[in-house]
């Protein structure tokens, strides 16, 4: 089965201001975009568990005009914001990692 990762052109993180992360993911085909809006995985339920937070959290929110996925959540060390003292990626760039893997049926 595909995973998130071989499906999309584009899948990163960064900062969407010191206390959440923005996830893009960006696709070239649009088969391949529609497959996995219709998967039905990249959903709040099935990402906050990667994450270890609550589904609450999470938003995912499709742009089908430019065939992306935004997914926002909360940073994951803590409410002390990008670059405080226990912040391991003060730019929130490696923060992609857990959906990559992410199965697409």
Do not use: C
């Not at 070239?28 to 219709?38: C, G, H």
């Not at 499709?62 to 909360?74: E, G, N, Q, W």
């Amino acid at each position: 089965m595909p995973t998130l990762q071989t499906l999309a052109d584009v899948l990163r993180s960064k900062n969407a201001g010191p206390f959440q992360i923005t996830i893009d993911i960006m696709f070239e085909q649009e088969d391949a975009y529609r497959r996995v809006l219709a998967s039905g995985m990249l959903t709040p339920a099935n990402i906050a568990p990667l994450y270890r937070i609550e589904a609450a959290q999470v938003r995912v929110i499709p742009f089908d005009r430019v065939r992306a996925i935004k997914v926002t959540l909360p940073r994951r060390w803590g409410s002390n914001g990008s670059g405080s003292s226990f912040d391991r990626d003060v730019y929130g760039a490696q923060q992609h990692g857990p959906l990559a893997e992410l199965e697409i049926a």
